[in-house]
């Protein structure tokens, strides 16, 4: 490794302790007030980070205690700039487009020249060209590590809320545009700031720039805002609140003149689905997002039931959490054993009796069991966002919480007539799979969405194949592919794997 060497002009930590008396800030002038340095402690230590910084107020340079706004130079010695970036980002400086990231050496020139110069080349860390190109940016997410660390939060909400709005107006060229700039926005190692960082990136067109343009300039989409304060928007939000409410009821209700759930639950013609009396029933708990925590509780329960009728059956969380996120709609689950696939009936009943038992032990507020559908040798679905055919249930589970006792003795007796509730109504959902589709329907189940979409669109264009959650088809050998892993599904298309949480689109 290329060690930085540091003139001897600078003595490392040891040797210069109490050599110089310390100095206020307030007797020396800054001369040279165009630049604020901040030195970063972080593999140099206080000690050497003090003398550094008393040197060059000395000086006449400005020099901060700690990491502000006004900062425009950060200095780092023996820090890779990925290294400076990781430690910003945990001091909530995302934006680190807003300074230079300098190595000791520039400082070094700085103190020989008893004056600022220029950063050259070699005194920059590199951020942007060692690990990213512009040019080499996929148009699929399936190309693309996209972790949840999305330094254009910025943007990609605003985006997020014209996604939606198009969705509800059934807009769909638009809307699709928008998903694919967000997801590539969130990729981005960088925050964009100005218009030139987005050269050479795919899937920026026009309409896209234009909002970016905005909210670079302006700190907000003003499009963004206009449909926060759309009627229609506003209602359509609200009404998809409710687990089982979808476009087509929004769009109904709607169009009767209904604005609020209120007006909604005080229609008594209206004929509401089991599952939209149940989404009205557990609103308040299923609108409250799932921790990690309950997830892993939710998980244990899942389980338990399912080994209880099949010991060897694979249970997988899928979804969101499997890729790393610490909240949810719901928890999404992967059910399959070495045996399924074999004899159908057996197959079949594990959903059942796992119903039948939580049924018995009074967990489950509502279900909707889905039988498989699924024909042997059919091809891969051409339609992207298609439902698979696997045997499903969509669930709301009673998660019993652990009831934290805050309360005296005499308080505690109040609330136990008063019989405070101690469960969270959960969405689960379940699907089972025939061993051999296992590792298609863990990628398939594993999401992100647009992260699937690509996927999928790759294959098609890129592969001239077909991929849905139960296979991948060849179509220029005219074979199935088969896989027991999804590193086998990536090479077969192709594709470097991803692990879960880079599929974060
Ligand atoms: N999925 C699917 N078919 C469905 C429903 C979902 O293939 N009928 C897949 C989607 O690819 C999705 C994943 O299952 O990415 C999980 O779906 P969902 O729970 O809706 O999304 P999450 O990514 O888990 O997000 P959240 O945390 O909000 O639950
Ligand atoms: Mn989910
Ligand atoms: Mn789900």
Same mark, same amino acid.
């Given at each position: 490794m290329d060690k930085i060497r540091t003139p001897s002009l600078f003595p490392q930590r040891k040797k210069q302790k109490g050599m110089h008396p310390p100095i206020s800030l307030s007797s020396c002038e800054v001369k040279f007030s165009e630049l604020v340095i901040f030195i970063m402690e972080r593999k140099m230590g206080v000690t050497r980070r003090t003398f550094l910084m008393e040197l060059a107020r000395r000086k006449g340079f400005r020099v901060e205690? %700690?990491?502000?706004?006004?900062?425009?130079?950060? &200095?780092?010695?023996?820090?890779?700039?990925?290294?400076?970036?990781?430690?910003?980002?945990?001091?909530?400086m995302r934006d680190s487009s807003r300074f230079e990231l300098l190595d000791i050496s520039w400082f070094t020139a700085c103190m020989e020249a008893g004056k600022p110069v220029n950063s050259e080349k070699k005194h920059r860390l590199m951020v942007k060209a060692s690990s990213f190109v512009a040019g080499t940016v996929s148009q699929y997410a399936c190309q693309r590590r996209t972790t949840l660390n999305n330094c254009n939060k910025k943007f990609t909400d605003a985006f997020e809320i014209l996604v939606e709005n198009y969705e509800f107006r059934e807009n769909e060229v638009p809307c699709l545009a928008f998903m694919r $700039?967000?997801? &590539?926005?969130k990729f981005l190692p960088f925050t964009i700031v100005r218009m030139e960082d987005l050269e050479g990136l795919?899937?920026?067109g026009g309409e896209i720039r234009n909002v970016i343009e905005e909210i670079i300039e302006e700190g907000e989409s003003s499009? $963004? @805002?206009?449909? #926060?304060?759309?009627?229609?928007?506003?209602? *359509?939000?609200? *009404?998809?609140? &409710?687990? +089982?409410?979808?476009?087509?009821?929004?769009?109904?209700w709607y169009r009767m003149g209904?604005?609020? /759930?209120? %007006?909604? @639950?005080?229609?008594?013609?209206?004929?509401?689905?089991?599952?939209?009396?149940? =989404?009205? #029933?557990?609103?308040?708990? /299923?609108?409250?997002?799932?921790?990690?925590?309950?997830?892993?509780? &939710?998980s244990l329960i899942v389980k338990d039931a399912v080994w209880t009728f099949l010991p060897d059956a694979l249970v997988t969380i899928t979804g969101g959490f499997?890729? +790393?996120?610490? !909240? =949810?709609h719901d928890v999404d689950f992967l059910i399959s054993s070495p045996g399924l696939g074999q004899e159908e009936e057996e197959e079949e009943e594990v959903l059942h009796k796992v119903i039948d038992l939580w049924k018995k032990q009074g967990l489950l507020l509502y279900y909707d069991l889905i039988e498989s559908t699924f024909e042997q040798a059919k091809l891969p679905s051409r339609k992207v966002d298609a439902f698979d055919h696997f045997q499903k249930c969509f669930a709301i589970l009673k998660l019993h919480q652990q009831r934290v006792d805050t309360s005296s003795c005499d308080a505690s007796k109040?609330?136990?007539? $008063?019989?405070? @509730?101690?469960?969270? $109504?959960?969405?689960v959902d379940l699907v089972v799979s025939p061993f051999e589709q296992y590792a298609y329907a863990l990628l398939g189940w594993t999401g992100s969405r647009q992260f699937e979409r690509d996927l999928r669109r790759y294959a098609t264009h890129e592969r001239k194949m077909m991929l849905d959650n139960h296979a991948l088809?060849?179509?220029?050998?005219? !074979?199935?592919?088969?896989?027991?892993?999804?590193? %086998? !599904?990536f090479a077969h298309l192709g594709l470097d794997y991803l692990e879960p949480w880079e599929r974060n689109a």
């Open positions: 205690n %700690e990491l502000s706004d006004s900062v425009t130079h950060i &200095v780092a010695e023996n820090n890779s700039g990925a290294e400076v970036l990781e430690w910003l980002r945990g001091h909530k $700039a967000a997801s &590539v926005l795919p899937c920026m499009r $963004a @805002k206009d449909v #926060l304060t759309d009627e229609r928007y506003q209602s *359509f939000k609200l *009404f998809i609140s &409710v687990f +089982g409410v979808g476009l087509k009821t929004s769009e109904k209904f604005r609020t /759930l209120e %007006e909604v @639950k005080a229609d008594k013609t209206l004929k509401l689905s089991r599952m939209q009396k149940a =989404g009205f #029933l557990y609103y308040e708990d /299923l609108l409250s997002h799932v921790s990690k925590a309950e997830a892993d509780a &939710v499997r890729r +790393g996120k610490k !909240i =949810g109040e609330s136990d007539k $008063a019989e405070v @509730k101690d469960w969270k $109504a959960i969405r088809y060849d179509k220029t050998k005219r !074979i199935f592919l088969k896989a027991k892993s999804e590193e %086998e !599904i």
